[in-house]
């Protein structure tokens, strides 16, 4: 569980610092030129990195607290 999230966190903050180092721009016609796909990748990837570490965190502290019983 551990290595999922942690690889989800990266993932997710890599996907938001490449969205930054792309960056926009505005073509000759007015319309705006961005990668926007990658802002909602990158916060998804960081929230599922987020709960798989706290879900691993819990279940290594229920495991043991049952074997100290």
Partial sequence: MYRLGI?????GLASLAAFHLV?????PD????????LLPLGWLAIVLGAVLLASGWLRSRRARASRRD
Wanted: charged share 10%.
């Fill in 23 to 27: 960056g926009g721009e505005v073509g």
């Fill in 7 to 11: 690889l989800a966190l990266l993932a």
């Fill in 30 to 37: 007015g319309v705006l030129h961005e990668p926007f796909a």
